[in-house]
């Protein structure tokens, strides 16, 4: 096989190709801790004080619906299953959609109001529902934390509510919700079915919801996600967008205004929308690679997986392709098998090597084939 330049590194961005990272450029942006990531590569782009440990007031109920949308989505729970409001859950304060004891609702009204009013009660329902009990549901937050890499997070509620001497521990960092935020939009995209609501209603229109995330109204590409605010906590904010294919997440901890936090997190989204582009690599034109003794003359040779690539925007026209193949194989040839390297490059620096294998599996032709075959040559040659 032709050598492919530099060693093989199957399915990796070498991240120091190109002029990305954080702190590019300064900001000028309020709060005590922010940070900017990359939804599809967790590439930070900018920071300040990203793992400062923080109070993240309600931006806390990111994690509470993270793990609302893992059990959906495995099947624990459905949309439409009915849940009943405890005593504790009615008695939660701040936002809320006031639920009253015994009340009933499904998964799907208390996650709207969840995600567009904030409401403490519905997420004390909702883990309740999950868990038995809100301690038992922090502790399923606090282990999905550490599986995820947060290690300046400490959960001592579901709501972000500082109303206990327990909630001086309830910690985080702009970063681990920024890791938290992305696990959430990455792997189940339908929370924004919720995110992006401006105004709604529950209790068939009785009652009406306001999402508490200005940006979803006033900033184009705006997916998201989680404002929050105590006195402790000051103004916070986890704020999602995508345009052209690139997703962002900005946060911000901290801030004195609500204003501020919104300013914060559209100054951090607009530099990273027009600094950096997301690429998915892909060869030119369709490859094939000659199969001796196979039942089929050849076999597309396809990326072996959907690479995505943040680059410097500037860059973007840079990007070229190479290809090195195999110049035939041997039949049986099975499927995911390798036959190649497609080199992803800007200018003379190899962004990332991406293996090309085999679409589809390709038997090898028995002892009766080659006699058939054999013998229409013979007959073809005598006709």
């Not at 930070?44 to 793990?67: D, G």
Request: overall charge negative; proline content about 2%; some cysteine.
């Amino acid at each position: 096989m032709k050598r492919a330049v530099g060693l093989v590194l199957a399915l990796v961005l070498i991240l120091g190709a190109l002029p990305l990272g954080a702190n590019a450029v300064e900001l000028e942006v309020a709060g005590k801790g922010v940070c900017l990531m990359d939804i599809a590569t967790g590439t930070v782009l900018y920071e300040k004080n990203s793992h400062e440990r923080l109070s993240p007031a309600s931006v806390t109920k990111v994690m509470t619906l993270l793990l609302i949308m893992e059990a959906i989505g495995d099947g624990r729970i459905g949309w439409n299953d009915s849940v009943t409001a405890s005593e504790s859950a009615a008695a939660k304060g701040g936002s809320q959609i006031y639920l009253k004891v015994g009340e009933t609702m499904t998964v799907e009204t208390l996650v709207k109001s969840i995600a567009v009013s904030s409401a403490n009660d519905a997420a004390c329902a909702m883990a309740e529902h999950l868990a038995g009990s809100e301690s038992a549901f922090v502790d399923m937050m606090n282990t999905r934390a550490k599986e995820l890499g947060m290690n300046d997070t400490h959960f001592v509620n579901c709501t972000g509510l500082d109303d206990a001497e327990e909630a001086k521990e309830h910690l985080t960092s702009a970063y681990d919700i920024a890791v938290m935020s992305r696990e959430l939009m990455k792997n189940h995209p339908d929370i924004q079915r919720f995110t992006t609501i401006w105004m709604d209603t529950i209790r068939d229109g009785a009652f009406g919801l306001a999402n508490t995330n200005k940006m979803v109204r006033f900033y184009t590409g705006c997916t998201g996600l989680k404002t929050g605010y105590t006195s402790g906590a000051g103004f916070c904010l986890s704020a999602t967008a995508e345009r052209e294919g690139l997703g962002l997440i900005a946060v911000v901890l901290g801030c004195d205004t609500s204003q501020d936090r919104f300013a914060a997190c559209k100054a951090m989204l607009d530099y990273g929308f027009a600094s950096f582009a997301l690429i998915s690599p892909e060869p030119e034109t369709r490859l094939t690679v000659p199969v001796k003794l196979g039942t089929g003359a050849a076999v597309a040779a396809v990326p072996g997986k959907a690479v995505e690539l943040l680059i410097d925007k500037a860059q973007r026209g840079r990007v070229t392709t190479e290809v090195a193949l195999e110049e035939s194989v041997t039949a049986p040839v099975s499927q995911g098998q390798r036959l190649g390297t497609l080199t992803v490059k800007c200018a003379d620096r190899i962004l990332a090597q991406i293996p090309l294998v085999a679409e589809t599996a390709v038997a090898r032709l028995t002892f009766g084939d080659l006699f058939l075959m054999v013998l229409g040559r013979v007959v073809m040659a005598g006709a």
